[in-house]
């Protein structure tokens, strides 16, 4: 009895050990998983490697003991791995050699590898342990317990039950020995020892489930502390990328750890691996006084542990260039209340300070300038009435300012010169010339200017006027006149064409014989613009060479006048130009000699220049267009597909056809339609896809060319545009006597297409024919060597680079890959009943089938025989086991005829896998699919199995 008692109990407790044992390995891979996580986020974030180990190691120093499972962190350092999170110093870390058998669970993590074994660690214990590469930092991430830990409560479980079991044996050996004791105590004493035996497992059993509650309690706040920082983290970054303001994080020893992107600008800094690196500038404070330590607003926070606010220095950078910046610093603590470090925001405040230094200048200058000014400035109200005056006003009337501010403006105004369109606020601006009566009674003339300020809802609120006294210069009109009435005399009698224009250029004076040169009468020009009698294109010319010069300097030009009759003349004219008595332009005089004998004879010599330097132009643009050709058949030769040779050609056509819109045409052999594949210019005048019946070229085989003596324009050009202002070219594209497509150009100048630019779209077409003729025989080889030719399907050649490209793709992006794996049931009677030639209809009709009900990422492969391999990236098994589900019943209603007979009814066996469960490589993934196919025609066929692993 005891002895069954015994066997129950242990197979018990080692049931109980297997349970306790696949929890606990359950629990460390999610601890391993979830810190490998953290580590990689936290580099998502920091981009840092050194902050987040220097994170780790200080996180390690307050790692509570009373863990039930304990985190190794280490990274490859040479031949040797470190433990990172030890809670040494780093000079004392645990270090353990690559070629020691210890850490046996490092080394796999290390290689990139993850799972759960049992090792030895780097303390030569045996231990259960977790793995998990950190791929982004290419560290190790190790959770583990210690086997003899674990495995103690069920060892002493089992001592005490040997111990129970012998004191039983001895009992049972006592009872046959005196055969005196009564049955029933002996019942009862067994039953006791078994409800005490039971009573302990179930005290184990709670404690390891507490334990286990206790564990799982750790993880989900672990998480939930994760998901605040993430939230944190990612909420700084926003504030950062968004702040108009630079933002710098300073650690206790000045070096800066983090910086915005503003900051980074503006600063100058340059971020390296270890950190960023100042640049050489100088600080001084906004006084201009050198600060030579450049990290004193750093320690000023750290020692004084306060705040600073709007702090201005001046920030010389290398190149000579400066700025002045408003900094706001805070200290940063932790929950111990020690210093972490300084954020700083810096401000550029360059430009609002030169602002206000401007305008406090401006300030400045107005007020010496309305004071000092050597004209009168009044400031007077809309109806009048002075409100301030300047020193020189005073003096232009006679009045003090006292005086003039108990006046109006219309007390000091002439009567005469009173004008209510000037006089009153209803314009703007203004500039007259009116009189004063001065305090003595005289007049003095005065040039008044004003203009009328308004408020911000563009209300009048006064009146601002400047006013100079030009007495002086109204005498001195006076006399100009007289003194031009004596040179006009003298003008009448000489040979040459005298003409004067004012300031704009209307003619104020000719003599006698500049009338009878252009053939007018001297009454006929006067006040007529000097342009009236020149050529259009000519005008700007003589605006040019009559403009206005600063100083009295004679100019010699040659202009060219229309004659009364239409005739035109040359003429040698020497200009001069005519100031006022202040010095302002005031106009021009010209002396003016007829030279139009001397005019055509240069005339005759240029033109034969000019012949001579188009030829070169021609000959230098045929060198031109023979380079660019050379130029677009090096990059079509280097094409490595027809769509890359189509973007070239619309790229680089253009510049050799300057000018002209076209396109380039190719012909579908299937529909025998024209489509465009490369186009330039705004406008084409053709359609972009018809019928090769409806070009002229490409029936004929010959270029093209409509024109203005030619109206049998092509079907393709749009028929509402006039063959006068519009011309089509088209050249077919011919390879080995066979038309491929069409070169279309579209001219919309009067002049015809030169015979040198159609021999040049000639050669351009038989270019652009042969290099496009040699992609498509390349594309199609290329083809041919990955298509299956009977299913239309890609061939276990391109599976395997696809599968692989695949595979590659979802370990850097941790999704999940698809594999299914489809066998046509009972194949064989369909050849054996129909021949190759039905078994082959059926090969083809499951391939147009599954061409048609896969995802366009999806890929449909034929694997051998009757057998087809899909590739379902970023398809987890469930959505797999959906798509096959699908594909099978879509397979079954499918009808497929061979000639007039209807073939029975198609069924297939699907086998499923994915990507990374059930197979990290190619050949693991193909081989666990096989195998769940092979299930599938075991159990039946007409069905989808998923791999699963046989525990």
């Known amino acids: 009895m005891s002895t069954v008692v015994f066997m129950v109990t242990g197979l018990g407790l080692y049931l109980l050990y297997q349970t306790a044992l696949q929890g606990q390995k359950t629990r460390l891979s999610q601890t391993a998983k979830t810190q490998a996580l953290l580590l990689e986020s936290m580099y998502d974030t920091i981009k840092n490697p050194e902050i987040i180990e220097n994170t780790v190691a200080q996180a390690s120093k307050e790692q509570d003991n009373s863990q039930t499972a304990t985190v190794d962190i280490c990274k490859l350092l040479g031949n040797q791995i470190i433990l990172i999170n030890d809670r040494t110093e780093f000079s004392k870390k645990t270090i353990v050699p690559l070629s020691s058998n210890l850490a046996q669970a490092m080394h796999k993590a290390l290689q990139g590898y993850s799972g759960i074994t049992f090792a030895l660690d780097h303390r030569g214990i045996k231990v259960l342990a977790a793995y998990e590469p950190v791929e982004y930092l290419h560290w190790g991430v190790v959770a583990k317990v210690d086997l003899a830990e674990l495995r103690a409560p069920y060892i002493q479980t089992g001592i005490y039950t040997l111990l129970w079991a012998s004191v039983l044996n001895g009992l049972g050996g006592l009872f046959l020995w005196r055969l005196c004791h009564p049955m029933a105590k002996e019942l009862q004493q067994e039953k006791t020892i078994r409800q005490d035996l039971e009573n302990r497992i179930a005290k184990h059993t709670d404690e390891l489930a507490q334990i286990n509650q206790q564990f799982h309690q750790e993880i989900t706040e672990r998480q939930r502390l994760e998901e605040v920082r993430e939230r ?132 400045t200058q107005f007020r010496a300038i309305f004071e000092q000014a050597s004209v009168g400035i009044g400031i007077v109200a809309l109806s009048g009435q002075f409100i301030r005056v300047n020193q020189r006003y005073c003096e232009l009337t006679g009045y003090s300012e006292a005086e003039l501010q108990e006046k109006t403006y219309q007390d000091i105004l002439h009567p005469e010169d009173f004008n209510p369109n000037t006089d009153t606020p209803d314009m703007n601006n203004f500039s007259v010339e009116k009189r004063y009566i ?77 009338a009878q040169m252009l053939g007018y009468t001297v009454e006929e020009m006067l006040g007529r613009s000097i342009l009236e009698f020149t050529d259009t294109e000519d005008q700007v010319m003589t605006l040019q060479k009559l403009a206005p010069h600063q100083q009295e300097i004679t100019e010699s030009h040659d202009l060219k006048f229309l004659c009364k009759d239409g005739k035109s003349i040359w003429t040698m004219i020497s200009t001069n130009s005519i100031f006022d008595a202040e010095g302002n332009y005031a106009g021009a005089l010209g002396m003016l000699t007829d030279i139009t004998e001397r005019k055509q004879t240069e005339k005759a010599l240029q033109q034969a220049n000019i012949q001579l330097i188009e030829w070169n132009r021609k000959l230098q643009q045929r060198n031109q267009e023979i380079l660019l050709l050379n130029q677009i058949s090096d990059f079509l030769q280097a094409c490595l597909s027809v769509e890359e040779a189509y973007q070239v050609i619309g790229e680089l056509l253009p510049t050799l056809f300057t000018g002209y819109q076209g396109a380039v045409f190719i012909i579908n052999e299937t529909s025998n339609l024209v489509e465009a594949v490369a186009t330039w210019g705004e406008d084409l005048h053709s359609k972009t896809l018809f019928t090769a019946d409806e ?200 009808q497929v005829s061979y000639g007039e007979q209807l073939l029975s009814q198609i069924t297939v066996s699907i086998g499923l896998a994915c990507f990374p469960d059930h197979g990290k490589t190619i050949e693991e993934l193909i081989k666990s699919a096989d195998f769940a196919l092979y299930q599938a025609k075991n159990a039946g066929r007409d069905r989808v199995v998923r791999y699963t692993v046989d525990l």
């Open 232 to 363: 944190e983290i990612d909420l700084l970054a926003r504030i950062m990328e968004t702040s108009p303001v630079g933002i710098l994080m300073v650690n206790p020893n000045g070096d800066i750890v983090i910086a915005s992107e503003q900051a980074e600008k503006m600063l100058g800094l340059l971020k390296t691996e270890q950190g960023y690196q100042m640049p050489p500038w100088r600080v001084s404070d906004e006084a201009g006084n050198l600060i030579n330590d450049q990290k004193h607003l750093c320690k000023q926070v750290m020692e004084g542990r306060q705040s600073i606010y709007d702090v201005r220095e001046m920030i010389e950078f290398a190149d000579g260039s400066h700025i002045l910046v408003s900094i706001n610093g805070s200290p940063v603590f932790d929950e111990t209340t020690r210093l972490e470090g300084v954020v700083f925001t810096v401000e550029d405040i360059t430009e609002r300070f030169q602002v206000e230094t401007a305008l406090l200048h401006s300030e």
């Open 438 to 514: 001065r305090k003595d009674n005289s007049i003095i003339w005065i040039h008044l200017s004003g203009s009328i300020v308004k408020d911000q809802n563009g209300q009048p609120m006064y009146i601002v006027g400047v006013v100079e006294d030009i007495t002086e210069r109204k005498q001195a009109i006076t006399a100009l006149k007289e003194s031009e009435e004596r040179y006009r005399r003298i003008i009448e009698t000489t040979a040459e064409g005298v003409w004067s224009i004012d300031l704009n250029n209307r003619t104020t004076f000719v003599n006698q014989r500049m």
């Open 695 to 894: 070009c002229w070229a490409l029936r004929r085989g010959k270029i093209h060319w409509v024109h203005e003596q030619s109206h049998l324009r092509c079907q393709h050009v749009h028929h509402n545009v006039s063959t006068a202002y519009n011309q089509s070219l088209c050249v077919p594209m011919m390879a080995q006597g066979k038309a491929i497509g069409l070169l279309y150009l579209c001219y919309d100048q009067c002049e015809p297409i030169s015979p040198t630019k159609q021999q040049l779209a000639q050669t351009v077409a038989e270019h652009l024919s042969l290099a496009l003729a040699n992609l498509n025989l390349r594309e199609t080889l290329q083809a041919q060597s990955i298509i299956d030719p009977l299913t239309n399907l890609y061939n276990r050649r391109y599976m395997e680079e696809a599968l692989k490209r695949e595979i590659n793709l979802a370990k850097r992006k941790r999704h999940p890959v698809g594999i299914m794996m489809l066998d046509v049931d009972h194949f064989r009677q369909f050849n054996a009943t129909f021949g190759h030639e039905g078994g082959n209809c059926v090969l083809k009709a499951v391939g147009s089938f599954l061409s048609r009900h896969i995802r366009s990422g999806d890929i449909a492969c034929r694997y051998g025989g009757e057998e087809f391999l899909l590739i379902l990236p970023e398809a987890s098994l469930e959505i797999s086991l959906q798509r096959a589900e699908q594909i099978r019943q879509g397979l079954k209603q499918m």
